[in-house]
């Protein structure tokens, strides 16, 4: 998906006239692309602003969902971004965008370049909102003191009549500035006839301020001892505290998806008729053109590198940890970095085409999807706020006849520490952490709930050729006579190999690849082996040698029971070698099943291959339990038994052929480069294609399972001691603000832990 290049709109919401302009097919194409198998329908992704809590996510949804022509729309609370599949028959942008406004919420295209600066205002503002608080806090606690530390009668009527006053005043902008974005949050939610969790927080807030301003103006009302100023600007302070920290902290728990998605350059120099070079903008480019990318920038397209060398950091899209050496005739993926040097690149696919796009519409997905719990806290939301009105109603009721100040101000608290912030973050902030981690080792996740459900895995199942396997041959043992150097004949085996292009011969020329010898006179027989003159550089040492099968290689062959394919080499009267090839194994397949079994879980693998074979490259990876010789149903009826007794399967495939049985395990994964990535079936795509990382993502899951319960149980203990705390009148209402700001700090703070979880191999 490319960026979109509207016009930069004014204010805090775009106006109608740039969003008409996106009614046109060139402008929402940029930020949107068909639904795979659904034609004439498309996708497109809003960043949504406004959006506070849960109860948003829901408002946005239904606002969205009821306009004609939209089909699916998913909207994620922690991003603020939304998912939506529409017919351009039935509806345009600017139809989303009115429906938004009419709702209180605006919303840009998630890829616009305009998003990152109005994000950056939108932290100045909040900022200053803060900064208005604390100074506004500290003079009013400073007027405040002498009220708290005074003796009855020490401070003169008209004295502490001035004091009230210059507290009035300066509460006043920590009223109108500060208090802003929640007023207007809980305007627009009663208007819609909702309850949000800005309902309750601009409720307290009035009451606090509207009982001490009688208590100034009318000293002698039954409010006018109670006058508290120093609870609304304090309670300001901290709730504006936790959200800016919040904030911050969620930015930074979805680093990760924001890094992965932003990461193609705005424009690229590209070569022109004349030879020059131009900057033109990336969605210009086409397939054919010449680019030059220069170092510290990142490639905008696919291609091939035509000139120049230098190395590329592609940790994002591949989970290759070290940078790339790339020179002439190597490929580059769009959304990598060129480190050093200036690289002439010839591109091949651009825009939807790329690999980066598929890996970008998997990341965006997952980062608009619900898993259950989140699903769950979103219905209880509202529900639960209408709860905490009738909370607050009947504790200053109860409280009523030994005071109305006291009773308002129980009330106040009751409202305020009772506001469900935590728990709404409980969840959605510890999924995207860990999706995040992910992400940074290659492993793209295409389903939220997958990461819930793989904390309940016990049994893993691998597919063996193109997931155990490479698609090559490899050595895995030599056997020389006595009397034979072995080093010497393993060279001369090498030189002879490197003439031929046959997988056993490649193999045998990359085992052994000795510069010290050099064949000539080369023959190759079809279906036999090789024939040739093979001498040291300097011509000495020179004979005739025959690689191949048993047959040709004109020599007795000393008997071997192996399941595997045999190569020998001969002079064509005596046996000089003997080669065991088999698949070449993935070089971390072995440490990756040992972390599994580490962890706890059953390894299984199943093959279609032979008996022999299977039960060969099993123990040569560690696995006890193995299956051959297994048809696509033979594999489905597999799982099915393993889940009728009770186990919880995760399937590694290589998405060729194990489409139907990774659609039927509980959990799958596909390596990256097996299939597109945007027609995999599997929850999981490894881009790396590192075996290691299935048990990364494993133990993720269950680290990831560990903090979500942890946040639950913290906000359920939190409410359990906080709210009987407020409801008999031991929790001023500067205490509830700090609490509810703590609260929901803790719950982003233990999250972003996970960012960082993942241990490096």
């Known amino acids: 998906m490319q960026t979109a290049t509207a016009p930069a709109p004014a204010g805090l919401l775009p106006p109608a006239a740039a969003w008409a302009a996106m009614d046109e097919p060139a402008e929402w194409e940029g930020f949107s692309r068909p639904v795979a198998g659904r034609e004439g329908w498309w996708e497109s992704y809003l960043a949504i602003e406004g959006m506070h809590c849960a109860a948003c996510a829901l408002t946005v949804e239904a606002a969205l969902r009821k306009l004609p022509g939209v089909d699916t729309v998913q909207v994620n609370g922690v991003t603020a971004t939304a998912r939506l599949q529409w017919q351009p028959q039935a509806t345009r942008p600017s139809a989303w965008m009115a429906a938004l406004r009419r709702a209180g919420y605006g919303a840009l295209p998630a890829g616009d370049l305009l998003l990152a600066g109005r994000r950056v205002d939108a ?87 509207g009982a001490s301003t009688a208590a100034t103006f009318d000293p002698a009302s039954p409010w006018g001892a109670h006058a508290s100023y120093d609870s609304v600007p304090m309670f300001v302070f901290f709730l504006l505290s936790g959200r800016l920290l919040e904030q911050r902290l969620r930015d930074r728990t979805a680093g990760a998806l924001e890094a992965l998605m932003r990461r193609l350059p705005d424009s690229v120099e590209r070569r022109e008729a004349d030879g020059s070079f131009r900057a033109v903008a990336v969605r210009r480019l086409v397939a ?36 790339l050496l790339r020179r002439a005739g190597d490929g580059v993926i769009a959304g990598s970095h060129n480190l050093t040097g200036v690289l002439l690149v010839r591109v091949q696919r651009v825009g939807a085409q790329t690999r980066y796009a598929e890996i970008v519409a998997l990341m965006e997905q997952a980062s608009v999807e619900k898993p259950g719990l989140v699903q769950l806290v979103d219905r209880i939301a509202s529900p639960f706020l209408a709860m905490v009105l009738l909370a607050a109603a009947g504790a200053a009721w109860w409280w009523w006849p030994l005071g109305q100040a006291h009773a308002m101000a129980v009330a106040v608290s009751v409202l305020i520490v ?322 509810m700001a703590a609260s929901s700090l803790l719950v982003v703070a233990n999250s972003a832990r996970l960012a960082h979880a993942i241990r490096e191999h």
């Open 288 to 323: 054919g053109d010449l680019v030059r990318v220069l170092p510290g920038q990142a490639f905008p397209a696919d291609g091939a590198v035509e000139g120049g060398e230098g190395r590329v950091d592609q940790s994002l899209l591949t989970g290759e940890s070290k940078p």
């Open 418 to 739: 009772t506001c469900p912030c935590a728990l709404s973050l409980a969840t959605p902030a510890a999924m995207l952490a860990g999706v995040g981690a992910l992400a940074r080792r290659g492993v793209l996740v295409r389903k939220l709930q997958a990461l819930e459900s793989c904390a309940g895995v016990d049994t893993v199942v691998f597919d063996k050729t193109g997931t155990l396997t490479e698609d090559r041959m490899d050595v895995v043992m030599a056997h020389v006579p006595a009397g034979v150097d072995r080093d010497e004949v393993c060279g001369m085996a090498g030189a002879l190999a490197s003439h031929s292009l046959h997988p056993v011969s490649r193999a045998i020329a990359m085992r052994f690849p000795e510069p010290g010898w050099v064949a000539s006179e080369v023959e190759e027989v079809a279906g036999r082996g090789l024939r040739g003159k093979v001498a040291r550089l300097d011509g000495s040492g020179a004979r005739y040698l025959y690689l191949g099968s048993a047959s040709f290689c004109r020599a007795p062959v000393p008997g071997r029971d192996v399941p595997v394919l045999r190569a020998h080499l001969s002079d064509g009267g005596h046996y000089l070698a003997g080669f065991e090839l088999d698949e070449a194994m993935r070089p971390d397949a072995a440490q990756a099943v040992a972390a599994l079994l580490k962890l706890g879980l059953r390894v299984q693998l199943l093959s279609g291959d032979t008996g022999s074979a299977v039960a060969h490259l099993a123990r040569r990876a560690g696995i006890e339990w193995c299956f051959a010789e297994c048809t696509p149903e033979a594999k489905l009826e597999h799982v099915r038994g393993l889940q009728r007794e009770g186990h919880r399967v995760l399937m590694v495939g290589d998405g060729m052929n194990d489409g139907p049985v990774l659609a039927l395990a509980d959990v799958s994964m596909a390596m990256g480069q097996a299939v597109p990535l945007a027609q995999a079936k599997a929850d999981f795509i490894m881009t790396g294609n590192r075996l290691l990382t299935v048990a990364d993502v494993l133990a993720q899951a269950r680290r990831t399972r560990a903090v979500v319960r942890q946040n639950l149980l913290w906000a359920a203990l939190y409410n359990a001691t906080c709210v009987p705390l407020a409801i008999l009148g031991f929790m001023p209402t500067w205490l509830a603000g700090f609490g």
């Open 123 to 209: 932290q100045r503002l909040m900022l200053w909102r803060w900064l208005v608080a604390g100074f506004c806090m500290m003079q009013v606690m400073m007027y405040a003191a002498p009220a708290y530390l005074s003796a009855p009668g020490e401070i003169t009527p008209d004295i502490q009549a001035l004091l009230g006053w210059a507290s009035w005043v300066l509460t006043l902008p920590v009223l109108l500035f500060s208090c802003w974005p929640f007023f207007a949050a809980a305007l627009r939610d009663v208007r819609a006839l909702r309850i949000g969790m800005d309902v309750p927080v601009a409720l307290g807030v009035l009451i606090a301020f």
